[in-house]
């Protein structure tokens, strides 16, 4: 199974003053263990990094020696974008894909060959959580609008899975239609295409803001010492 690596973002939020994945966890890049989990996945034979020009050397420097076993991928603007290059370069013969956010670096190898497994038999699969916290939709000053009932709400992470063909239908018709979304599923669900849930776990989180680092160092402390 083919998987790209989206890597291409700025890291605003994080206020690091560079991306966050050149972040250093217990004595590693945020994306070398990124890497490691996915490189260690028995069902992950072909892997892409899609970072800016600018992040390239420094990026590949970060993940050792896993360096030689990725293909390099110029990322874009938006993670849309990103993704969209990397579709571009994937090989020809590649007729499904894993996407899976650079910043998720908790992801363990098996529910990433739980998410190949499953999309061996659906179109299009993602990995999610059970939402825990009351949700609110909440207008542009401020006040609840609604309440969305909990019972169908799930928090959507990577990797996410499409045949390569119908996924990259999708992103030329968002580019079409100037549909911009955050993650990939929201493409097929735009075009009522089925996307299946497979249950993950809350420690796959996104690095995204300071105290996300340090939930990352100690789960990262607790499996590798
Ligand atoms: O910004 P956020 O954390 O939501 O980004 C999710 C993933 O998409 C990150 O791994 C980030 O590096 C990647 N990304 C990208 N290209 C962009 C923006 C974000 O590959 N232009």
């Not at 497979?198 to 607790?222: Q, R, W």
Request: with cysteine.
């Amino acid at each position: 199974m083919h998987l790209l690596i989206p890597a291409a973002g700025s890291g605003s939020r994080m206020k690091a003053g560079k991306n966050k994945l050149l972040i250093e966890l217990e004595g590693e890049s945020l994306i070398y263990w990124t890497l490691k989990s996915i490189l260690s996945s028995s069902s992950i034979s072909w892997v892409g990094i899609i970072g800016q020009p600018k992040d390239k050397e420094l990026l590949l420097n970060s993940v050792k020696n896993f360096s030689n076993q990725v293909k390099w991928i110029n990322g874009g603007e938006t993670r849309q974008e990103s993704v969209f290059n990397g579709l571009n370069s994937l090989p020809k013969d590649a007729k499904k894909v894993l996407i899976h956010d650079g910043a998720r670096c908790l992801i363990n190898p098996e529910l990433i060959n739980k998410c190949a497994a499953e999309l061996e038999k659906n179109e299009a699969v993602i990995l999610a959580t059970k939402v825990t916290d009351t949700i609110k939709i909440v207008d542009n000053k401020g006040f609840i609008k609604e309440t969305p009932n909990r019972q169908y709400l799930w928090a959507a992470q990577t990797p996410q899975g499409f045949l390569v063909d119908s996924l990259k239908k999708a992103h030329k018709m968002a580019i079409d239609k100037n549909w911009i979304v955050t993650d990939d599923a929201s493409l097929f669900e735009m075009l009522n295409w089925k996307v299946k849930i497979i249950e993950g776990n809350y420690s796959n989180i996104k690095v995204t803001s300071p105290i996300d680092l340090k939930i990352a160092k100690l789960f990262l402390k607790d499996s590798y010492t």
